[in-house]
Each structure stands twice: as structure tokens, then as C-alpha cells.
T-cell receptor
Framework: AQSVTQLGSHVSVSEGALVLLRCNYS??????LFWYVQYPNQGLQLLLK??????LVKGINDFEAEFKKSETSFHLTKPSAHMSDAAEYFC???????????FGAGTRLFVKA | DVKVTQSSRYLVKRTGEKVFLECVQD?????MFWYRQDPGLGLRLIYF???????EKGDIPEGYSVSREKKERFSLILESASTNQTSMYLC??????????????FGEGSWLTVV
């Protein structure tokens, strides 16, 4: 069975600081991995996804994530936080042939001026 | 741009009422989904549909039903609303075939309060 664990329900960083949001997954077969972002009062939108090509995946707004099979991790990073990055971030996993994408509980990112 | 439109952003309903949440997508996607979002629980799949008139139960289907009479439209029905169904409901869609690596496109959500 697949599962996703996001470490930390809330993360607070200063503007300009590194953003690191942690995600660990469990999957019995090679997974597809996603990060979605939800801005206040909006639905989710795709930030980036890993589909077994390059292990370092670049997404929108300078976010990137690295797939590490040995650590079963897919952490999201951004070198320099901006106030507009304040949102909730969801890690998700799916498997080949499955209709179900499993979402993590979400991490809310706060950016301090 | 892909657009998934949910007809109502905010609803207040009484316990026992029948509630309809409507969703339309404009990208000719085969797959459509209804999720429920609650704080600390993330998104939980209620039902999904991979074709017209087809539906499959997700993780929490109890108390809900769905209807997909046309490819672009997917409705969620609460047969008899209860207070524990107060939540944010998200409709979504994706391309067909093997959907595993496909991006899911979400609507803006419908906030339902049952009193």
C-alpha cells in the first residue's frame, strides 16, 4: 500500500531564507511523486512531479525536489523564500496503473518579513 | 488553461437536506474526482469516475453518491446531510489512459457547512 508522510504541519521561515518541506513515501513499486500547492481560498495546483526521469525535478517559482530512493524521500526546496510562497503544500504519490493518488496531510508554510 | 469549475463556493445546509455539488471541466478529461479536505487529514478521495456513467468508490464513500451523465460534468450528492460532512469539497479532473503520472487539475473548492 502506498502512503505519504509530510514532516511538520507548519513551517515558518524568514523572507529570503531557504525553504525545506519534507516528504517521505512508502510504495512497493516505483512511484510517481508530486508536490501541489494551495494558496488561500483556492484549489490545488501542480508545483512539480517526478515520473522516473531525472531525480532532481524543477518546478514553478524556483521550487525543486529531489527523488532519493534509498531514503524514500521527495523533499521540496527553494533557495530563497518570498512572501508570496505562503501557502499549504501537499506531497502526493501514485503508482502505475492506479487511479488513486494518495495525498499527505499538508504542510503550511509561513513566510516572515 | 484547464478549468475545473465548481458551481458553489459557499453553502450552508440543514441536517437531513439533500445536497448537490456540481463540477464542470473544459479539457475533455476522462477522469474526474471528488475529494474532501479537512485540516490535518489532507485530501481524501470520495469517488472517482474514469468514463461517462462509470464510478468507483474512493476511501470515504459512505453518505455520498455521484453522477456522471456527461463527460464534462461530475456531481457529488449528499443524500442526507449531517454535521460531520461539514468540510471543503474539491472536484478535480485528469487525462485518461494510465492516470498514474498525470497531473490532477483542481477546482477552487466548495465550502459546505451543515447546521
Amino acid at each position: 500500500a502506498q502512503s505519504v508522510t509530510q514532516l511538520g504541519s507548519h513551517v515558518s521561515v524568514s523572507e529570503g531564507a531557504l525553504v525545506l518541506l519534507r516528504c517521505n513515501y512508502s510504495s512497493s513499486v516505483p512511484p510517481y511523486l508530486f508536490w501541489y500547492v494551495q494558496y488561500p481560498n483556492q484549489g490545488l495546483q501542480l508545483l512539480l512531479k517526478y515520473t522516473s526521469a531525472a531525480t532532481l525535478v524543477k518546478g514553478i517559482n524556483d521550487f525543486e525536489a529531489e527523488f532519493k530512493k534509498s531514503e524514500t524521500s521527495f523533499h521540496l526546496t527553494k533557495p530563497s523564500a518570498h512572501m508570496s510562497d505562503a501557502a499549504e503544500y501537499f506531497c502526493a504519490v501514485s503508482n502505475t496503473g492506479g487511479f488513486k493518488t494518495i495525498f499527505g496531510a499538508g504542510t503550511r508554510l509561513f513566510v516572515k518579513a | 488553461d484547464v478549468k475545473v469549475t465548481q458551481s458553489s463556493r459557499y453553502l450552508v445546509k440543514r441536517t437531513g437536506e439533500k445536497v448537490f455539488l456540481e463540477c464542470v471541466q473544459d479539457m475533455d478529461h476522462e477522469n474526474m474526482f471528488w475529494y474532501r479536505q479537512d485540516p490535518g487529514l489532507g485530501l481524501r478521495l470520495i469517488y472517482f469516475s474514469y468514463d461517462v456513467k462509470m464510478k468507483e468508490k474512493g476511501d470515504i464513500p459512505e453518505g455520498y453518491s455521484v453522477s456522471r451523465e456527461k463527460k464534462e460534468r461530475f456531481s457529488l450528492i449528499l443524500e442526507s446531510a449531517s454535521t460531520n460532512q461539514t468540510s471543503m469539497y474539491l472536484c478535480a479532473s485528469s487525462f485518461g489512459g494510465d492516470p498514474s503520472g498525470n497531473t490532477i487539475y483542481f477546482g477552487e473548492g466548495s465550502w459546505l457547512t451543515v447546521v
